[in-house]
């Protein structure tokens, strides 16, 4: 099985900050990597696909680049909306989610 | 627009069954691979199961596998979850996520929530 490890598990960042969220897994899964948003009480929503393809309605300041084992989604200035849990998802062999970041407004 | 609604959640004791369904509107359900992924409380998500638009590939995590089983009905614009032999590890919230052209989960339900105690 892919393991798939996110740090860091918590980050308090302010308003503005360029916030970055790594990703890596336990062997290489190609760009076949996915970012997702979960606000509380809410269902995930796809932020990025296969490891730097911005979805259809996210804003740009997200980002998302890497390939073999090491990603990362990036935040190019944090807005008060973005106060979620992050996760990442493999899907090169079955699908396998990271345990997730949470971010807050510092 | 695209909607996925589950249902069937609720209370059941160890070792009881649910079904939980999702309906789908406003895309071509039946060319699409489905998939069930869950998140017990406080936690991350786990995937749990996979099939193809035509119930010709089907996957399960090892954790469910024997004990859960995943249909469709295209005639329906329905996903289904057959869960038996539950346990207090299966207390979860079940989503029901559509599988994009880009192999990621593009569009999820809200979640219906699975209880397991006595």
């Known amino acids: 099985d892919i393991q798939m490890t996110q740090s860091p598990s918590t980050l308090s960042a302010s308003v503005g900050d360029r916030v970055t969220i790594t990703c890596r897994a336990s062997q290489s899964i190609s760009d076949w990597l996915a ?8 269902a995930p929503k796809l932020l990025i696909y296969k490891a730097s393809g911005l979805q259809s309605g996210v804003p740009s300041r997200f980002s998302g680049s890497g390939s073999g084992t090491e990603f990362t989604l990036t935040i190019s200035s944090l807005q008060p909306d973005d106060v979620a849990t992050y996760y990442c998802q493999q899907y090169s062999s079955y699908w396998t989610f990271g345990q997730g970041t949470k971010v807050e407004i510092k | 627009e695209v909607q996925l609604v589950e249902s069937g959640g609720g209370l059941v004791q160890p070792g009881g069954s649910l079904r939980l369904s999702c309906a789908a509107s406003g895309f071509t359900f039946s060319t699409y691979t489905m998939s069930w992924v869950r998140q017990a409380p406080g936690k991350g998500l786990e995937w749990v199961s996979y099939i193809n638009s ?12 024997g004990r859960f089983t995943i249909s ?9 979850l057959q869960m038996n032999s539950l346990r207090a ?30």
């Open chain 2, 72 to 80: 469709r009905d295209n005639a329906e614009n329905s996903l289904y």
């Open chain 2, 89 to 118: 590890e299966d207390t979860a919230v079940y989503y029901c996520a559509k599988y994009s052209t880009s192999y990621s989960f593009d569009f999820w339900g809200q979640g219906t929530l699975v209880t397991v105690s006595s």
């Open chain 1, 35 to 42: 970012w997702y948003q979960q606000k509380p009480g809410k």
């Open chain 2, 54 to 65: 035509r119930s010709s590939a089907i996957y399960y995590a090892d954790s469910v596998k």
